[in-house]
């Protein structure tokens, strides 16, 4: 089992910035695939970006240039650094951590409203 707490999430002025953060327990997170989606009320959930075990980045192409994903083994956390943020990134924004055995862990998540 994989508990994930997401934090960093609040309230921003159009092209601010925040930093979100998750830390996992539970599991030997080096081993893990992360990830960050977003839910925008009325939407269906989307990726937002993905680092891979080994380091390997994706993301979507509205947030590319703007965020960065980035992860920190030793503490167990993985971020997500979101600049000059616009009204439309508002959305709930989860953290997924996904077993090289194909099992799937989401945190509860985080608000973050832009305001323009």
């Known amino acids: 089992q994989v508990h994930l707490v997401e934090s960093g999430g609040g309230l921003v002025q159009a092209g601010g910035s925040l930093r979100l953060s998750c830390a996992a327990s539970?599991?030997?997170?080096?081993?893990?695939?992360m990830g960050w989606y977003r839910q925008a009320p009325g939407k269906q959930r989307e990726l937002v970006a993905t680092i891979t075990r080994s380091g390997g980045t994706v993301y979507v192409d509205s947030v590319k240039g703007r965020f960065t994903i980035s992860r920190d083994n030793a503490k167990n956390t993985v971020y997500l650094q979101m600049n000059s943020l616009k009204a439309e990134d508002t959305a709930v924004y989860y953290c997924?951590?996904?077993?090289?055995?194909?099992?799937?862990?989401w945190g509860q998540g985080t608000q973050v409203t832009v305001s323009s």
């Open positions: 997924k951590s996904s077993s090289p055995w194909g099992r799937d862990y």
């Open positions: 539970g599991s030997i997170f080096s081993r893990n695939d």
